[in-house]
């Protein structure tokens, strides 16, 4: 990695060429996953509005154990990116083995829950749904469960990859992964018509090549952080616990935040079929908006904490600026891509004239609304995170979804009648709360208080 790792003095640890090829490939990443994602609702919109709701929902529980996955390894990545800052690669090599090993067997463990809780999800977290929608959500729950394993250990080497600075690696296994995936839909779908379960096996599949893939490159000892080639695991406690320490409240938080979707949800599915699909659609064309953002938040995580380990608060200050500056910029630019494409996107899912126009009016609402918050209530938290300020991340992500996201979708969707869009509305006044008190949070500078290692 091309960085000037000169801790305690004037010279930058990351350079405009080192962000560079950090940042391009995460947002190349992010892209890809999104433009699969959407081609996958457009696959499954050819086999009607049910098939779209239905995966929807199966999809909003997968993106529960994701969110899960993806906090834990983010606390690996930021326990290992402030002992590379350290200038300690030893400890840092010892948190990634860690943390490869402990997220593979949790997510064994939360497979076999899924798996012996299907009535409960299908029957009682859904809902009151129509049969031909519970039909192709129990299809496709039934198949994907069995990815969750491959994409926490995806998400975990791609987390280790990138506090090397080295992104363009999962970006490249994303690639294959999606390749596989899409090549799978369209011909399980339009080949052999299997409908639903032609978009959760390629899934599947995919993931499973993801996690081999994964696996065999961090078997490189050659590389700074690595996996031991042995199937014994032996816990250090010590490092689990630092990865813990982060990963368990950032996994709250992420995991209350799509609980709170999810119970969203089931009164979107009060709403009927057309809200349903409309929200689903929406969801879609929402990660594309924000898809900058999020890639961004990757690299914030991968920075910060490398300077918070070296010990540089002032460059910490100087990066969360840059950042920032660099994710409105894209933000902007993808938003007003997304508006302007928003007939022919409609269009391509052929949707019924009221989803349409239902779905028309989220996606400008949810577009201008996150030109302008979203950076500050998502990215910025991701400084706090990697400082070792995490508590205070949850309390106030979780507090905010339970009053504005979930008390204020019924009053607003339900109480005034509103539908759908209210529950939007809801998911903004979250954004804001968020967003003024993490300004206010980090402009205090409690964060520099903290510590991980």
Request: with cysteine.
């Amino acid at each position: 990695m091309n960085t000037k790792e000169k801790t305690r003095t004037g010279d930058y640890l990351f350079d405009n060429h080192t962000l560079f090829i950090l940042i391009a490939p995460l947002i190349a990443e992010q892209l890809l996953a999104t433009i699969v994602g959407l081609a996958d609702s457009i696959m499954v919109a050819s086999v009607g509005e049910a098939a779209v709701s239905g995966v929807s929902l199966v999809d909003s529980i997968m993106l529960l154990l994701i969110n899960i996955f993806t906090a834990l390894a983010t606390g690996g990545a930021v326990v290992a990116g402030q002992y590379l800052g350290r200038h300690d690669p030893k400890k840092a090599c010892e948190a990634s083995n860690q943390l490869v090993w402990f997220v593979t067997l949790i997510s064994i463990v939360i497979m076999a829950l899924v798996y012996a809780g299907k009535y409960f999800i299908l029957h009682i977290v859904f809902g009151q749904i129509e049969p031909d929608v519970m039909a192709h959500a129990d299809t496709y729950l039934t198949i994907v469960a069995a990815s969750i394993p491959f994409i926490a250990l995806y998400n975990a080497g791609a987390a280790i990859f990138r506090s090397m600075g080295n992104s363009k690696i999962s970006m490249q296994v994303s690639i294959i992964m999606n390749i596989i995936n899409i090549g799978g839909n369209a011909l399980l779908i339009y080949v052999f018509h299997m409908g639903t379960a032609g978009v959760a096996i390629p899934t599947l599949v995919s993931r499973i090549v993801a996690a081999v893939l994964m696996v065999i490159l961090l078997c490189n000892q050659e590389l700074v952080l690595h996996m031991e080639k042995t199937f014994r695991y032996k816990p250090d406690w010590a490092l689990v616990r630092r990865i813990l320490y982060i990963g368990v409240p950032n996994g709250m938080e992420n995991s209350m935040f799509q609980l709170g979707k999810i119970i969203v949800l089931s009164l979107v599915s009060t709403f009927g079929t057309y809200a349903i699909a409309a929200n689903a659609v929406s969801n879609v064309v929402a990660s594309f908006q924000t898809l900058p953002g999020v890639a961004m938040s990757l690299a914030v995580t991968t920075v910060i904490s490398r300077c918070i380990g070296a010990g540089e608060y002032e460059q910490v200050e100087y990066y969360t600026r840059k950042l920032h500056k660099i994710t409105y910029l894209c933000m902007w630019v993808t938003i007003a891509i997304i508006l302007a494409a928003m007939p022919l996107i409609l269009w391509a899912y052929q949707l019924s004239d009221v989803t349409a126009q239902t779905a028309s009016r989220i996606m400008l609402l949810h577009g201008l609304c996150a030109a302008v918050i979203w950076p500050i209530a998502f990215t910025l938290p991701g400084t706090l995170r990697s400082a070792g300020d995490v508590r205070f991340s949850m309390i106030v992500s979780v507090t905010s979804m339970w009053i504005c996201r979930i008390v204020f979708s019924y009053l607003l969707g339900q109480g005034l009648q509103m539908g759908v869009f209210g529950v939007w509305v809801a998911m903004i006044l979250d954004w804001c709360v968020r967003a003024c008190c993490f300004m206010i949070r980090y402009k205090r500078g409690k964060w520099k208080t903290k510590q991980v290692i």
